[in-house]
């Protein structure tokens, strides 16, 4: 099983600023299916990132993702404050299906 | 728009069967994948397993010995059976879709399931 790890496990920002964060796998991901997905309490999580890179439609285009083999970073160029959240990546490419521990973004 | 709904027993019985199923609107089921997730309270996530429209499953070796997932597409529902379950079991599961290159693109609202001694 391919582990992921993420951090920082908490980060704490202002809206407008920058986000990194980011996912490293104990190997290479397949075909960089590496996938990010936000968030809130109560509700269910939403996909951000695909193909590592790439963004569904309707995500805003503040959000960029990047990476490849064992190292990957979610960006989130400014801050808007719904973007407070906790934010998880997942590995899709070797069975089991794997997610990172989580990193929390909080209001600073 | 495709959107998909958790139902089944909110309360399991320790040792007793977790049943689920997963009802899907809004689109197709057939060539795609169906998963089950959950995520314990305060924890991250966890993947169960996957079925694909054909039948054809994948199941997490952590949980292999006690999964089952069947899929109807006449009924436009996949579901999910745990056998044994214990309190660690006690969880929100989430069904979703899962997309070859994409992931997981639309989820279920999720249903909290406890498991009762």
């Known amino acids: 099983e391919i582990v992921l790890t993420q951090s920082p496990g908490t980060l704490s920002l202002s809206p407008g600023e920058r986000a990194t964060l980011s996912c490293r796998a104990s190997?290479?991901?397949?075909?960089?299916?590496l996938a990010w997905y936000q968030q809130k309490p109560g509700q269910a999580p939403r996909l951000l990132i695909y193909g590592a890179s790439s963004r569904p439609t309707g995500i805003p285009d503040r959000f960029s993702g990047s990476g490849s083999g064992t190292d990957f970073t979610l960006t989130i160029s400014r801050l808007e404050p719904e973007d407070f959240a906790v934010y998880y990546c997942?590995?899709?490419?070797?069975?089991?299906?794997?997610f990172g521990q989580g990193t929390k973004l909080e209001i600073k | 728009q495709v959107q998909l709904q958790e139902s089944g027993p909110g309360l399991v019985k320790s040792s007793e069967t977790l049943s689920l199923t997963c009802t899907v609107s809004g689109g197709s089921m057939r060539s795609y994948q169906w998963d089950w997730i959950r995520q314990p309270a305060g924890k991250g996530l966890e993947w169960i397993g996957r079925i694909h429209s054909s039948g054809r499953t994948n199941y997490n070796p952590s949980l292999k010995s006690r999964v089952t997932m069947s899929v109807d597409t006449s009924k436009r529902q996949f579901s999910l059976n745990l056998s044994s379950v214990t309190a660690a079991d006690t969880a929100v599961y989430y069904c979703?879709?899962?997309?070859?290159?994409?992931?997981?693109?639309?989820w279920g609202q999720g249903t909290l399931v406890t498991v009762s001694s």
């Open positions: 997942q590995q899709y490419g070797s069975s089991p299906d794997s």
């Open positions: 979703a879709r899962h997309v070859t290159l994409m992931g997981h693109d639309h």
């Open positions: 190997q290479s991901v397949s075909s960089s299916y």
